[in-house]
């Protein structure tokens, strides 16, 4: 019987490799893989992606030195260049590769996208489009353009990334109803883009804990998570936790975690972002008309966290 699994497929640790002219990794991340993942076990996650720049992080615990079934380790990269100047940074999470891969500048931000996004797959990994309002390097139109991704971060627990968009800039979210409104299929998930473990945790640091999926897999073993990714049999989060929840053709009909005296609104969306249906409480439904395109649920907390359901697609 399946279950559901918490995880992270964002996350970088200090042993990162070239990036943006460091050659000794990322200069923001203040933790070594082992104290990262740490972190991760003693929060409950199932499994873990280090995703450091340019960089395929493997743990290698001696003999009988790893007690611990959990996290379960996902090899991982972040696939990191810039193009255009420096101007446009593009970064991709390789979600299972069987080997590091080298980032592929090919000019123009879209034929960049598509190279590397081929590169993962040769690779044997699943591809992830991460934080494309980071320096405001592109947004739905160039990622429309691109085939092959499975993946697209919905939202980024990194203060940098500018998440939410304004002045004209759309939203993650929005980036990804209209990719999703342009017919092309791609599942969003929410990450930490974690770097530092030590000392403060406040909104301004890249703190960890902020955004992870839940697959729901026939076993925590690593083809189970990589198929749960790869066929959107997981939901997003950055708080809200859903129990029970079932989707397809027929419709979405999902149940949320009491926690507390918070209350809880179920936003049914559609093609171009439309509102289908509004719902208060623990429990919400949507049956399709038919004719909406693609369906799908954004479920908030008056704490501000979310969750995010994968979208159903209506021929």
Same mark, same amino acid.
């Given at each position: 019987?399946?279950?559901?699994?918490?995880?992270?497929?964002?996350?970088?640790? &200090?042993?990162?490799?070239?990036?943006?002219?460091?050659? &000794?990794?990322?200069? @923001? %991340?203040?933790?070594?893989?082992?104290?990262?993942?740490?972190?991760?076990?003693?929060?409950?996650?199932?499994?873990?992606?280090?995703?450091?720049?340019?960089?395929?992080?493997?743990?290698?615990?001696?003999?009988?030195?790893?007690?611990?079934?959990?996290?379960?380790?996902?090899? !991982?990269?972040?696939?990191?260049?810039?193009?255009?100047? *420096?101007?446009? @940074?593009?970064?991709?999470?390789?979600?299972?590769?069987?080997?590091?891969?080298?980032?592929?500048?090919?000019?123009?931000?879209?034929?960049?996208?598509?190279?590397?996004?081929?590169?993962?797959?040769?690779?044997?990994?699943? @591809? @992830?489009?991460?934080?494309?309002?980071?320096?405001?390097?592109?947004?739905?139109?160039?990622?429309?353009?691109?085939?092959?991704?499975?993946?697209?971060?919905?939202? &980024? *627990?990194?203060?940098?990334? &500018?998440?939410?968009?304004?002045? !004209?800039?759309?939203?993650?979210?929005?980036?990804?109803?209209?990719?999703?409104?342009?017919?092309?299929?791609?599942? !969003?998930?929410?990450?930490?883009?974690?770097?530092?473990?030590?000392?403060?945790?406040?909104?301004?640091?890249?703190?960890?804990?902020?955004?992870?999926?839940?697959?729901?897999?026939?076993?925590?073993?690593?083809?189970?998570?990589?198929? !749960?990714?790869?066929?959107?049999?997981?939901?997003?989060?950055?708080?809200?936790?859903?129990?029970?929840?079932?989707?397809?053709?027929?419709?979405?009909?999902?149940?949320?975690?009491?926690?507390?005296?918070?209350?809880?609104?179920?936003?049914?969306?559609?093609?171009?972002?439309?509102?289908?249906?509004?719902?208060?409480?623990?429990?919400?439904?949507?049956?399709?008309?038919?004719?909406?395109?693609?369906?799908? %649920?954004?479920?908030?907390?008056?704490? *501000? *966290?979310?969750?995010?359901?994968?979208?159903?697609?209506?021929?």
């Amino acid at each position: 019987m399946a279950s559901w699994y918490r995880g992270n497929i964002h996350t970088h640790s &200090n042993a990162g490799g070239p990036r943006i002219g460091y050659p &000794n990794g990322d200069p @923001a %991340a203040d933790s070594d893989p082992f104290t990262v993942t740490r972190w991760y076990r003693t929060h409950g996650y199932d499994f873990l992606v280090l995703t450091d720049h340019n960089h395929r992080t493997l743990l290698e615990y001696a003999a009988g030195q790893r007690r611990f079934r959990k996290p379960l380790m996902i090899p !991982g990269e972040e696939v990191s260049l810039r193009v255009h100047n *420096g101007t446009k @940074a593009v970064h991709l999470g390789a979600i299972g590769i069987s080997r590091l891969v080298e980032p592929i500048d090919a000019v123009d931000v879209v034929p960049t996208l598509q190279a590397n996004v081929d590169a993962i797959i040769e690779a044997g990994g699943i @591809a @992830a489009i991460n934080h494309p309002n980071f320096s405001w390097a592109f947004d739905h139109v160039e990622i429309s353009q691109v085939r092959g991704a499975h993946l697209l971060e919905i939202y &980024n *627990g990194h203060p940098q990334v &500018n998440v939410y968009g304004a002045g !004209g800039k759309p939203s993650y979210e929005e980036i990804w109803d209209k990719v999703l409104s342009s017919g092309l299929p791609i599942w !969003g998930v929410a990450t930490d883009d974690s770097h530092q473990f030590k000392g403060e945790f406040s909104p301004a640091r890249i703190n960890p804990g902020r955004g992870w999926v839940m697959v729901r897999a026939d076993g925590l073993d690593q083809d189970s998570i990589m198929d !749960g990714l790869q066929s959107g049999q997981f939901y997003a989060s950055t708080g809200v936790t859903l129990p029970e929840l079932e989707q397809g053709p027929e419709g979405i009909k999902l149940r949320i975690a009491e926690d507390g005296d918070f209350m809880y609104t179920t936003r049914f969306v559609g093609k171009d972002g439309v509102t289908l249906k509004v719902v208060f409480g623990l429990e919400a439904e949507y049956q399709p008309r038919g004719d909406e395109g693609y369906f799908r %649920a954004t479920v908030t907390c008056t704490n *501000g *966290g979310s969750a995010w359901t994968q979208p159903v697609f209506l021929s």
